[in-house]
């Protein structure tokens, strides 16, 4: 029986330390926060009446041992005002250093939205460049204005080295007849001498022959032969209209 009272006895004082030490705690976070609030409010003597209650109530509580860890009375005497600052904050930096730990700010910097990426000179538009569109294709320059089928591969050749035959020709991608006259005539010079000139592609009755692809009234462009003649990306045959062309073989000029 006596050993039963005297565990209860220890159970009661041990509880009563852990509410004693709660209750020094909690007094000593409110004085700190009050002066804190003293220190950086414009009036530091005003307080609100619910703090002071509260700190009027829980210092006027009887405590059964003697508070070791409580600050001292004030005296007349007071520090000087950059001392009492750099206190508090030190003991407001302790009460609340888990919030100032490394994987604190890692876990809340996982969280902040990443900045948007900007051009040079400010602005967050993503398009720098407006990319020109083209069209590309092969052409074939004959040299004979009633040729109407595929020519041999001899005279493949023999055109190639009179400056027709086969070229990859790198249009605008709205080019209109203009454009693509100047560009036709820009690859094969010939060509301005045969009266102007048609479009064929392969692919008549038998695979050599050659058909002539009809241009609408305003002449070939650009648009037309890539999304309505049908050409795809056949290879494109360009014949004289009126006259032959001059086969003379051109020198190859060396290079420098």
Known sequence: MADSNVNSSQISDSSQ??????????????????EATRLLSPQPNSLSSTTV?????????????PLSNSSPAPSNSSPAPGARHGDIVGNLRSLFSPYGTE??????????????????NGSSNSNYYKVKETWTHEFF??????QNRVPQRSEKNMLQQCGLGRKKICFNSNSNPA???EMLLSHFPKLANGGGFEILRSGGAKATDLV???????????????????????????RPLQRNLDLT????????
Not at 23 to 30: D, K, Y
Not at 58 to 63: E, R, V
Not at 112 to 119: E, S, V
């Open 141 to 146: 320059c004959l040299a004979k204005c009633n």
């Open 17 to 34: 330390l852990e509410e004693n030490e709660e209750s020094r705690n909690s007094l000593r976070a409110i004085q700190l926060l009050q």
């Open 53 to 65: 209650n509260q700190v009027s109530e829980t210092s006027n509580s009887p405590a059964p041992w």
């Open 103 to 120: 994987r604190f700010r890692s876990q809340s910097s996982a969280y902040q939205i990443a900045p948007k990426r900007t051009r040079r």
């Open 212 to 238: 002539i692809i009809h241009p609408p009234p305003i002449g070939y462009s650009v648009p037309f032969l890539r999304d309505l003649s049908g050409l795809g990306q056949a290879l494109a045959y360009v």
């Open 179 to 181: 454009k693509l006259n």
């Open 249 to 256: 073989i051109q020198a190859i000029q060396p290079s420098m």
